[in-house]
């Protein structure tokens, strides 16, 4: 017997699915050569004729004659043809006409708009909507195994589904949308025995929970919190085990769900910690992450870049996604990239970025640190800093977070560094001649970490000040050079602020003061006050690094005085409420003794 779903898409409905890359709709096509209403092709030239002139000669051959038997010209009309037969317009007679109106626009009537879209069109429309939903699964009941019988319904169904994108346009229904019960009824098409209804609606909630939507915050979390509560999470998981991406269309509907799970996330973290709540989901996407693929495919990069996003959203999402594997899953598939560039401007590159981008979120967590410790992702950036292309920076970028952070916790990772033998991997690209401002920055910023990190007189610590030291304190010279570079640009956006702030009140400065941050974190203020603190930690350090930085400082005329300033400032700006914000002002008043 012929399946539902064979006899569903013979039927046309699935036809109109819109795909991610759609192609021109070929009734568009016929429509702009459509006949006029007078007839006529409005492409079809045309010559009005002139009133006749009486007094004109007559010129050509002569006219038949007058009676009709006197020639033989050829077979008479069709009895039933007139001047409007035959040739009619565009050459088709009227009946022919007719009959392409009306597959044009079978029923002018039901395509007609309502006047206005409120409470009233909504409650009719929603109870529409339910009587399809009712009728259609009245009779698949009734005639589960006689197809014919139902497929009607089933396109009527269809259309409806596709007919409430027009709720999109108005975010101010979605509220009573929601108390009418339809966002429940919507939610259980998803599990409609037919896949192509289930894809429908998820387009539709994809439409309706799009951030391109004007909806206001009440507006979206009554549709939100109606979708979840209908179980919208569990139901697309059953869609994303039951749909076969081999097929187009369902490979579509995966990609629609997905971003049904993007939009839920993205911005609002209440809403995204809900969503990671869901184990399945979770680990259905960390399985597609990992599928095989040769090109990457679209969906495989999409679940990189959703869990991306919510790693990103909060703590509580990272530590949920480290609890399912989640570093070490991650580190087997960027190890690929050891040695290996990804094609430039596909899929396989966005992918990449993606996953590195979640292991950084990831790796931002006290406690996930030592996972990424025991899971070799030291060993692993190490070797991609000496080896990788285009890796090489979101390696960079990924250990400057590993040792980073509050309290003690990138302690380990910096041990590990040592360990692993990454300071000359670190120190070789320090001392390359054209490394841009970001690679720069997590360089300074690694070098920050591990001297405030690694524990006083351990052999990792002193390694790491030898460094330093060695080859007549090349690095120490460095490091003061880039001082001089990021205080100029820096001190150049200060004067600027200056002659703004001559000519202001205290109320217009307190206004303009995030702007004027904004513009000095622009110019590099946050490379120059992690310099100035591993200069002030060498000065403590190490008296011979001392001398050097004395003696480099004074051939600008400047001294220790203005490292202590910088970090001076440092020290104001901090939070001493905070704990953790406690332990860095004691550690930087600490160093400001030593710069006296």
């Given at each position: 017997m012929t399946s539902i779903d064979e006899l569903f898409k013979a039927s046309g409905v699935g036809s109109s699915k819109r795909k991610l890359e759609p192609l021109r709709d070929p009734n568009e096509i016929y429509k702009s050569a459509r006949l006029s209403s007078n007839g006529r092709s409005s492409r079809q030239a045309r010559v009005e004729d002139e009133?006749?002139?009486?007094?004109?000669?007559?010129?050509?051959?002569?006219?038949?004659?007058?009676?009709?038997?006197?020639?033989?010209?050829?077979?008479?009309?069709?009895?039933?043809?007139?001047?409007?037969?035959?040739?009619?317009?565009?050459?088709?007679?009227?009946?022919?006409?007719?009959?392409?109106?009306?597959?044009?626009?079978?029923?002018?009537?039901?395509?007609?708009?309502?006047?206005?879209?409120?409470?009233?069109?909504?409650?009719?429309?929603?109870?529409?909507?339910?009587?399809?939903?009712?009728?259609?699964?009245?009779?698949?009941?009734?005639?589960?195994?006689?197809?014919?019988?139902?497929?009607?319904?089933?396109?009527?169904?269809?259309?409806?589904?596709?007919?409430?994108?027009?709720?999109?346009?108005?975010?101010?229904?979605?509220?009573?949308?929601?108390?009418?019960?339809?966002?429940?009824?919507?939610?259980?098409?998803?599990?409609?025995?037919?896949?192509?209804?289930?894809?429908?609606?998820?387009?539709?909630?994809?439409?309706?929970?799009?951030?391109?939507?004007?909806?206001?915050?009440?507006?979206?979390?009554?549709?939100?919190d109606a979708l979840l509560e209908a179980d919208l999470l569990g139901l697309l998981v059953s869609n994303f085990e039951r749909l076969d991406e081999e097929q187009e269309v369902d490979r579509s509907g995966i990609y629609y769900a997905l971003s049904i799970v993007e939009n839920l996330c993205s911005g609002r973290t209440a809403t995204a910690e809900q969503v990671a709540e869901n184990d399945n989901l979770l680990k259905w996407m960390l399985r597609r992450i990992q599928t095989k693929e040769n090109p990457v495919g679209q969906n495989k990069q999409y679940a990189a870049e959703v869990l991306a996003i919510l790693v990103q959203t909060s703590p509580k999402n990272r530590r949920k996604l480290a609890s399912l594997d989640a570093v070490d899953i991650m580190l087997?598939?960027?190890?690929?990239?050891?040695?290996?560039?990804?094609?430039?401007?596909?899929?396989?590159?966005?992918?990449?970025?993606?996953?590195?981008?979640?292991?950084?979120?990831?790796?931002?967590?006290?406690?996930?640190?030592?996972?990424?410790v025991t899971a070799e992702g030291v060993e692993l950036c190490l070797i991609m800093l000496k080896e990788g292309k285009l890796s090489k920076a979101a390696a960079l970028r990924l250990l400057d977070h590993a040792v980073g952070g509050p309290g003690q916790s990138g302690t380990e990772v910096c041990q590990r560094i040592v360990e692993a033998g990454g300071l000359k991997n670190i120190f070789t690209l320090f001392m390359k001649k054209q490394n841009d401002s970001q690679t720069t920055e997590h360089l300074i910023g690694m070098f920050g970490s591990m001297l405030r990190l690694l524990p006083a007189d351990s052999a990792e610590r002193i390694r790491t000040l030898a460094k330093f030291v060695e080859k007549d304190y090349e690095k120490t010279e460095k490091l003061v050079k880039l001082r001089r570079e990021y205080a100029a640009r820096v001190g150049a956006v200060d004067d600027v602020i200056r002659t703004e702030q001559s000519g202001m009140d205290a109320d217009e400065k307190e206004e303009m003061a995030d702007e004027w941050l904004s513009r000095r974190l622009d110019a590099g203020l946050f490379c120059l006050q992690m310099l100035d603190v591993v200069l002030a930690w060498l000065v403590a350090e190490d008296g011979g690094a001392k001398k050097t930085i004395k003696k480099l400082l004074a051939d600008r005329d400047e001294t220790l005085s203005v490292i202590k300033d910088s970090i001076q400032e440092q020290i104001e700006g901090i939070d001493a409420d905070d704990a953790d914000g406690k332990d860095t002002r004691d550690m930087l008043s600490t160093l400001v003794k030593f710069l006296q």
């Open positions: 009133a006749a002139d009486e007094d004109d000669v007559e010129a050509g051959p002569a006219p038949p004659p007058d009676d009709e038997n006197e020639g033989d010209y050829g077979p008479d009309l069709p009895p039933d043809d007139d001047e409007e037969g035959r040739f009619y317009g565009g050459g088709i007679t009227a009946q022919e006409n007719d009959a392409l109106d009306y597959v044009d626009d079978p029923d002018p009537s039901a395509n007609t708009q309502p006047d206005k879209f409120d409470s009233a069109w909504l409650r009719r429309t929603a109870l529409n909507f339910e009587k399809r939903i009712s009728k259609n699964a009245e009779l698949r009941a009734k005639f589960e195994d006689q197809p014919q019988k139902f497929i009607s319904s089933e396109a009527e169904l269809d259309a409806d589904i596709k007919a409430l994108s027009i709720l999109s346009e108005h975010p101010e229904l979605y509220p009573e949308f929601a108390k009418l019960g339809c966002v429940a009824s919507l939610v259980g098409l998803l599990a409609h025995e037919n896949t192509d209804i289930a894809i429908d609606a998820i387009e539709i909630i994809n439409e309706l929970t799009d951030e391109d939507v004007s909806a206001d915050d009440d507006q979206w979390n009554a549709l939100v087997q598939l960027v190890a690929s990239y050891r040695k290996r560039d990804p094609e430039k401007g596909g899929e396989e590159e966005e992918y990449m970025e993606n996953l590195f981008e979640a292991l950084t979120c990831l790796v931002d967590e006290p406690e996930i640190k030592a996972k990424f």
